[in-house]
Every structure is written in structure tokens, then in C-alpha cells.
């Protein structure tokens, strides 16, 4: 595996806005070839301000041009936030967003209240765009009291599945809990009720779940940033296998290596990668790939895409809390791969990155197999 190319989709120094920290970013590739990466805008990585805006390139990601500056972020008169937003090309050609709203009305600061262990109210929504993504209409609520954790997949031609999570925070009843869900639907526009990818578990904590399609074994494929809340620690990715009709999943197994949130890629020929986010020592995002359906990966052969100037990532040290770790999410200076196979077998990726915490840009690489 070797880069050819990479780039800038937005170089927020190069805008005369406040706006200048990039995350959450996403790739979705049109049926006429069009590329459309979505990334969240800010002042800061967990600043009220933020919204989502949307890019497009027509030319293999060489070039990018912004076409949606962000979406309506009052939702039911709260003021809020668009923190992220998935794509799909509908059957009739609109496009499909599923955005993930959070609750702005207590203003600036940490997403998380360390002293109650709560999240602010989170929900996703749905809207619809008729002139390839520059306006949006018809919002409604896809699903409430749920973070919105990785791109829509589809279903042959079977459908549409959004990808969710949930959390409660501990309390003198109850311990923390996560669990991770998907939500199915037939149009893209009905959504049936969410059923269970990881049941809720008070141990571990499987988040950003990434599913994708394989085109060989026609089956999904699930992996996981994985976390032991007991541990207060990360450990090794883990990964699952469903099935597209039943909507049932394997319980998730080892990858073998440490990592946070990995977006699975698998090809035609039956190997599968995964373009995962090593934040541990050094920091960097990287490519590996298994020719078994993810029992080994190949590290020897893993690829570098892109490489931290610093040394180590705050609250990824051996002894970190749960509060420090959830304090240091704000400062990460890279992460959110996404990935797109290309016609000639090539991969497109995108990711955000920056030489701090305060000026994060998103980036492009295309790598040959």
C-alpha cells in the first residue's frame, strides 16, 4: 500500500471566520461519481457554535468546493448544535441526512457535566435535499435521546441503516451503561424501531460503531473504539459480524490491536481493512489490512497515513479517569476516518487533523493497494 496523492477538502486558516476547528468528518460517494465530505465547524471541538458543513469534489477529490455552509440548528426553539451529519443518495436521487443535534441551550463548554455524569439531550434528525446537498427541508426526528456514531449504510436493494449509541451516565440507582443500535429503513424516509447491535453493557463500552457492506460475503461488518469503564482505560478494537436481513449480530471479538475508532473497508477479492485511529504513542491514523475476515491483521505491512507532530495524545496515559478522558476528547488533534473504494480499485480517505486543538483542518489522501 502506498499514498499517490493528498490534500486539503478545507483549510479553515484560509477563511476570515472564527470557525477554525474541523471534526467529525464524513465521505460519501454519489452514483455519478461526485464525492461529499461532511465535517463539523467550530471555534472550538465542543463550542455551541458548531454546525455542519458540506464539500463536493467532481474530480476524484483533487479539488473541493464548499456547496451547504450548515443546517438549521434551533430544533423545537432550543438552540443547539449540528454536530454531525451522514449522507445517502436516495433511490429518486434526493439525498438523504441524518444529522445528530445536540442541545446548546446551556451554552459553551465540555460536552459532558463530570459532577451529574450527563450528556446533554442528543437526537437525530432527518432531512432532505433535492439540488445535490446546497439546500435542506423537511426535518423530522429520526430518533430521540441517541448520538448519531457512523455512516448510513445500504442494504442492496433492501434499504438504509443509520447507525446509533446511547449512554446513561451513574447514579445512586444505577451504573453507567452503553449501548450501541441500528435503525432500518425501506425508503429512507420511515425509519422502523432501533434494534440492538451491542446490547447495553456496564462494562464495556463498544462507541463509534463504522458498518459496512462486504461485497463478498454480502454480510455487514462492525467495528468498534472499544472501552473497559472498570479498566478506565482503552483496549483492542473490536469487531462484528451481522446479517443484512435478520439484523442480528455476532457479539464482537478482538481485533488484536489497540486503537480507537476504525472504518471498516472491505473489498471485492475478500480482504478487509480498517483505517483506524492508533492515538496511543506515536499518534497517527493508519491502514492495515487481514486476508482471514479480521481473525489477524497484517502490521507489518500497515500504512502511516498520517502522523501526529506530538508525541502523545492527552488522556490516553496508563492512568487516566474516566472525567480526565472525557476532558481530553476536546483536545484530540486527529481522528474521524472515513473511506471510499474508488472505480479503479484505489481508496479515497478522509479524515481531520491539525497541528492542535484549535486549528483543525480536513484532510484528503488517496492510496493504491
Not at 464539500?55 to 440548528?73: K, L, N, R, V
Not at 475478500?270 to 496511543?280: I, K, S, T
Request: charged share 20%; glycine share 8%; proline share 4%.
Amino acid at each position: 500500500m502506498q499514498i499517490v496523492a493528498r490534500g486539503l477538502v478545507f483549510d479553515p486558516a484560509r477563511v476570515e471566520d472564527a470557525l477554525q476547528v474541523c471534526s467529525f468528518t464524513s465521505l460519501l460517494q454519489l452514483r455519478d461519481g461526485t464525492f461529499l465530505v461532511s465535517c463539523r465547524r467550530g471555534t472550538a471541538k465542543d463550542s455551541a457554535d458548531g454546525n455542519t458543513a458540506i464539500f463536493q469534489s467532481t474530480d476524484q477529490g483533487a479539488t473541493w468546493s464548499e456547496i451547504s455552509s450548515g443546517f438549521e440548528t434551533q430544533f423545537e426553539g432550543i438552540p443547539g448544535e449540528v454536530r454531525s451529519a451522514e449522507l445517502a443518495e436516495l433511490d429518486d436521487g434526493r439525498l438523504l441526512a441524518v444529522l445528530g443535534w445536540v442541545d446548546r441551550a446551556g451554552g459553551d463548554g465540555v460536552l459532558r457535566d463530570s459532577e451529574s455524569d450527563m450528556l446533554p439531550a442528543m437526537h437525530l434528525l432527518q432531512e432532505y435535499s433535492s439540488d445535490g446537498g446546497q439546500s435542506w427541508s423537511g426535518r423530522r426526528v429520526l430518533q430521540r435521546h441517541s448520538v448519531l456514531s457512523g455512516p448510513i449504510v445500504r442494504l442492496d436493494d433492501r434499504g438504509w441503516l443509520v447507525t446509533s449509541e446511547y449512554s446513561h451516565g451513574a447514579n445512586e440507582a444505577t451504573s453507567r451503561c452503553h449501548a450501541a443500535y441500528a435503525h432500518f429503513s425501506r425508503d429512507g424516509e420511515v425509519f422502523e424501531p432501533a434494534v440492538d447491535v451491542v446490547p447495553g453493557n456496564s462494562q464495556i463500552f463498544y462507541y463509534d460503531q463504522r458498518q459496512r457492506c462486504c461485497p463478498h460475503s454480502e454480510r455487514l461488518v462492525s467495528m468498534f473504539w472499544t472501552y473497559d469503564i472498570h479498566a478506565e482505560a482503552d483496549i483492542e478494537m473490536h469487531m462484528a459480524w451481522g446479517d443484512p436481513k435478520s439484523l442480528v449480530w455476532s457479539s464482537p471479538t478482538s481485533m488484536g490491536v489497540k486503537g480507537q475508532i476504525a472504518m471498516p473497508i472491505p473489498l471485492s477479492d475478500g480482504r478487509l481493512l480498517a483505517f483506524y485511529v492508533h492515538r496511543h504513542a506515536p499518534g497517527s491514523l493508519r491502514l492495515m489490512v487481514s486476508t482471514d475476515q479480521g481473525v489477524t491483521w497484517n502490521r507489518k505491512t500497515e500504512l502511516i497515513v498520517y502522523e501526529s507532530a506530538g508525541t502523545v495524545e492527552q488522556g490516553t496515559a496508563a492512568q487516566t479517569t474516566y472525567d480526565e478522558f472525557w476532558d481530553a476528547m476536546g483536545t484530540w488533534s486527529f481522528g474521524h476516518p472515513s473511506a471510499a473504494v474508488l472505480e479503479d480499485g484505489s481508496l479515497l480517505l478522509v479524515f481531520y487533523a491539525g497541528p492542535h486543538e484549535s486549528s483543525l483542518s480536513v484532510h484528503w489522501a488517496r492510496v493504491e493497494l
